[in-house]
């Protein structure tokens, strides 16, 4: 539990597991402190007869086939599963990717998949063509639903509840262990993309069954990787997943395995500064006439506000801004030009500022759940809080010349 002083004390607590995880054992002699890359295809042994023992041991983060992970990857499995609170991790080549795989492992043809409507945009277009090609039914629950509300939606053929928690556009906090209890008692599995709540928010403590992350966010850190990782807590569950991502092809190369283990390393000082700059600007955004709400999980006005204090240990440093209703779509784009730390962009999670317009770029089932004044979303970096909030001001200035 934590409060509005304290959005930053689950990445302080993360030091030491990041710092030494995911490191190989040193051998005689000595190691150096970052394991080098390890780069390869083949993979040789010295005989057909631990050749054919190695490929059992695909469950167990061996190296068999540079297709099937590399030692590289395999460290960092064990990191990404160590800070989630998981026993196994699959590392695939995008965070999209980590959404997808999950999906196409655990669902058949005739099965019923339930997505809360804050999902990630391209999880709803794979969901709305790739699985409804295959044979999946698809529906959607309002994030912010109850308990007997998100029933209402469960069918005889659910398998999956898919959720994002807060939602990257809305930012709406969900109960997770409600949503975990009603997919148990109905025979399904809840799958969490976790990636604003990486280090945070404990999923398998939770009740969840498959934390998703975008690697390209937070673990790597510098804007400069893409890649995914799926983390369970369950043998069976870990099974399923791995032959599904081997048959699949799903890895992702070393060197993007290297850069984000070294930025992980990092992650927990970042983040804690990020967290606190961010939670600073989105104070103060909420005492500016122009801003008709700031989504902030931190923020008592928040949706599920009430979650985040009980479920999370700290914050991330992405969040929502709507514009009052004085304002258009064009005067925030003339506004979002002039800013000059901010860049535009998508993605967030590195260490540099960004800002995105979130007003028509958002589909959903239900209408209520979006804001329908214009609205943006800002990832703050690493920069001086003092400077930020000098180019938010100078670019309110451009919004009033707008009008």
Same mark, same amino acid.
């Given at each position: 539990?934590?409060?509005?002083?304290?959005?930053?004390?689950?990445?302080?607590?993360?030091?030491?597991?990041?710092?030494?995880?995911?490191?190989?054992?040193?051998?005689?002699?000595?190691?150096?402190?970052?394991?080098?890359?390890?780069?390869?295809?083949?993979?040789?042994?010295?005989?057909?007869?631990?050749?054919?023992?190695?490929?059992?041991?695909?469950?167990?983060?061996?190296?068999?086939?540079?297709?099937?992970?590399?030692?590289?990857?395999?460290?960092?499995?064990?990191?990404?599963?160590?800070?989630?609170?998981?026993?196994?991790?699959?590392?695939?080549?995008?965070?999209?990717?980590?959404?997808?795989?999950?999906?196409?492992?655990?669902?058949?043809?005739?099965?019923?998949?339930?997505?809360?409507?804050?999902?990630?945009?391209?999880?709803?277009?794979?969901?709305?063509?790739?699985?409804?090609?295959?044979?999946?039914?698809?529906?959607?629950?309002?994030?912010?639903?109850?308990?007997?509300?998100?029933?209402?939606?469960?069918?005889?053929?659910?398998?999956?509840?898919?959720?994002?928690?807060?939602?990257?556009?809305?930012?709406?906090?969900?109960?997770?262990?409600?949503?975990?209890?009603?997919?148990?008692?109905?025979?399904?599995?809840?799958?969490?993309?976790?990636?604003?709540?990486?280090?945070?928010?404990?999923?398998?403590?939770?009740?969840?069954?498959?934390?998703?992350?975008?690697?390209?966010?937070?673990?790597?850190?510098?804007?400069?990787?893409?890649?995914?990782?799926?983390?369970?807590?369950?043998?069976?569950?870990? !099974? =399923?997943?791995?032959?599904?991502?081997? @048959?699949?092809?799903?890895? #992702?190369?070393?060197?993007?395995? %290297? +850069?984000?283990? $070294?930025?992980? !390393? =990092?992650?927990?000082?970042?983040?804690? @500064?990020?967290?606190?700059? #961010?939670?600073?600007?989105?104070? %103060? +955004?909420?005492? $500016?006439?122009?801003?008709?709400?700031?989504?902030?999980?931190?923020?008592?006005?928040?949706?599920?506000?009430?979650?985040?204090?009980?479920?999370?240990?700290?914050?991330?440093?992405?969040?929502?801004?709507?514009?009052?209703?004085?304002?258009?779509?064009?005067?925030?784009?003339?506004?979002?030009?002039?800013?000059?730390?901010?860049?535009?962009?998508?993605?967030?999670?590195?260490?540099?500022?960004?800002?995105?317009?979130?007003?028509?770029?958002?589909?959903?089932?239900?209408?209520?759940?979006?804001?329908?004044?214009?609205?943006?979303?800002?990832?703050?970096?690493?920069?001086?809080?003092?400077?930020?909030?000098?180019?938010?001001?100078?670019?309110?200035?451009?919004?009033?010349?707008?009008?």
């Amino acid at each position: 539990m934590t409060d509005r002083n304290g959005v930053d004390t689950g990445w302080q607590k993360l030091g030491t597991a990041l710092t030494h995880a995911g490191r190989p054992k040193a051998p005689e002699g000595g190691v150096y402190v970052n394991p080098p890359v390890e780069r390869g295809s083949t993979v040789l042994f010295p005989s057909l007869e631990s050749m054919g023992k190695r490929g059992l041991e695909r469950y167990n983060h061996a190296s068999i086939y540079g297709a099937m992970g590399s030692p590289t990857q395999h460290e960092l499995e064990k990191l990404i599963a160590k800070i989630e609170g998981g026993t196994d991790c699959q590392i695939v080549s995008s965070g999209l990717a980590a959404c997808t795989t999950p999906l196409l492992a655990f669902l058949k043809a005739g099965d019923h998949c339930l997505l809360a409507d804050s999902v990630y945009g391209p999880t709803r277009r794979f969901a709305e063509n790739m699985l409804r090609r295959f044979g999946v039914d698809i529906s959607y629950f309002p994030p912010c639903a109850s308990r007997a509300e998100v029933e209402d939606y469960i069918q005889p053929n659910t398998r999956i509840i898919f959720t994002e928690s807060p939602g990257s556009h809305t930012f709406e906090v969900q109960d997770i262990p409600m949503l975990a209890d009603v997919a148990h008692k109905n025979g399904a599995l809840l799958f969490l993309d976790n990636t604003w709540g990486f280090g945070i928010f404990a999923p398998f403590e939770h009740g969840v069954d498959v934390s998703i992350q975008a690697l390209t966010k937070y673990p790597s850190g510098h804007s400069d990787v893409i890649a995914g990782a799926i983390t369970v807590a369950d043998q069976a569950c870990w !099974r =399923t997943l791995r032959d599904a991502s081997i @048959q699949l092809g799903q890895l #992702a190369g070393p060197d993007d395995c %290297w +850069l984000t283990l $070294r930025g992980l !390393r =990092t992650m927990g000082v970042r983040l804690a @500064q990020q967290a606190r700059t #961010a939670l600073q600007i989105a104070t %103060w +955004l909420q005492e $500016r006439p122009e801003v008709a709400q700031v989504l902030h999980p931190a923020l008592p006005d928040c949706p599920g506000h009430a979650f985040w204090k009980r479920d999370f240990t700290g914050a991330g440093s992405l969040f929502g801004v709507v514009l009052n209703n004085t304002y258009t779509q064009k005067n925030m784009e003339r506004m979002i030009n002039a800013m000059r730390l901010f860049g535009i962009g998508a993605s967030w999670g590195g260490y540099e500022s960004l800002v995105l317009p979130t007003t028509g770029g958002i589909t959903r089932s239900f209408g209520t759940e979006q804001p329908s004044d214009p609205a943006f979303r800002l990832q703050i970096g690493l920069e001086n809080v003092q400077d930020l909030i000098a180019d938010l001001e100078q670019a309110f200035n451009a919004l009033h010349h707008a009008l």
